[in-house]
């Protein structure tokens, strides 16, 4: 039994602010270790289930927020930031089931604490197939294209409930509730270790039941960022098409490969907004 673990920051318990989440800030050392703590109960819940073999993959900001040598022994970490299937890398078809730890709602989200669509600073909003999406949406299509079902997700309320109407047969634990983009009621960290611990537990138990999302023919993706400059810089990339001023669009039938373009967009982006800032 093999599990993958996707594990983002902005989800985790007692995460409430983006000084909370970026190198350098005033609360960021002490949050990556909620960060490394809750990923840790994850992949104990899911050996006390049976997995043999664990990868975590790195999925926020510069994506090097783990703490290496406090992360559970039996788990292979993917630290880095340059990656071609970015929140998903490492996953391949052999996988029984994905994790998605410390996840949010996306950009928009009423309430959702911290919430965004992979570039904060860069993206307005992101629909795939015609509908907004989030992070989760996105990575399980790309889940969906190696056929691995998503059996698990944490985060706040407002993500896990859009998880459960989208991904059939998911398990979620919501660690606290979002009363504002900066405000949460949220668990102890312990409260929501032993709840992401127990739920990982039955999420690998339940794998086999759980089906993978279909994969579709054609994934239409389109991105309204924040500033004109960005949609224009982007749309130089062949097979881009600029819808209007702040839009863009970019059509594939494979999402391992869409990975790899979108990495590139949010790279121009970032350059056409004329800041480094993730």
Same mark, same amino acid.
């Not at 270790?33 to 104990?44: F, G, H, K």
């Not at 990982?200 to 759980?210: G, N, Y």
């Given at each position: 039994?093999? !599990? ?11 995460? *409430? @602010?983006?000084?909370? =989440? ?6 960021y ?9 809750? !990923?840790n ?11 043999? +073999? ?22 292979? $970490? !993917? ?5 071609p ?5 490492g996953?391949d078809?052999?996988? @029984?089931?994905?994790f ?17 669509t992979? $570039? ?17 949406d ?12 998503? =059996?698990?997700? =944490? ?10 109407k989208?991904?059939?047969g ?11 983009a ?11 270790? +032993?709840?992401?611990?127990? *739920? ?14 279909k ?12 500033? *004109?400059?960005?949609a ?8 881009i098409? $600029?819808?209007?001023?702040? *839009?863009?669009?970019? !059509? ?10 979108l990495?590139?967009?949010? $790279? ?11």
């Amino acid at each position: 039994m093999k !599990v993958f673990i996707s594990a983002d920051m902005e989800g985790i318990s007692g995460v *409430t @602010d983006w000084e909370d =989440t970026i190198p350098g800030k005033r609360t960021y050392e002490y949050s990556r270790r909620l960060l490394t703590q809750d !990923v840790n109960a994850a992949i104990e819940g899911a050996l006390e289930a049976g997995a043999t +073999e664990i990868v975590v993959n790195e999925s926020h900001g510069p994506m090097r927020n783990l703490i290496p040598d406090e992360l559970h022994p039996k788990a292979e $970490l !993917v630290r880095g930031f340059y990656k071609p299937l970015l929140m998903m890398q490492g996953l391949d078809e052999t996988f @029984d089931a994905i994790f998605f730890i410390g996840f949010h709602g996306k950009a928009g989200e009423k309430d959702s604490i911290l919430n965004h669509t992979f $570039l904060g600073s860069c993206i307005q909003r992101l629909l795939l197939n015609g509908e907004e999406a989030s992070e989760a949406d996105f990575n399980a299509a790309v889940a969906s294209n190696f056929k691995v079902p998503v =059996t698990l997700l =944490t985060g706040d309320q407002q993500i896990c409930e859009d998880a459960k109407k989208k991904i059939p047969g998911i398990h979620t634990v919501a660690v606290k509730k979002g009363i504002g983009a900066f405000t949460a009621q949220s668990l102890h960290p312990t409260v929501a270790q +032993e709840k992401i611990r127990a *739920t990982a537990k039955l999420a690998v138990e339940s794998a086999k039941s759980i089906q993978p999302l279909k994969k579709e023919q054609l994934y239409t993706i389109d991105i309204e960022f924040k500033h *004109t400059n960005m949609a224009t810089v982007v749309s130089y990339m062949p097979t881009i098409e $600029l819808l209007d001023g702040r *839009t863009i669009r970019y !059509v594939t039938d494979d999402l391992i490969e869409g990975s790899k373009v979108l990495m590139a967009i949010l $790279l121009l982006a970032i350059q056409g907004s004329n800041s480094m800032t993730l």
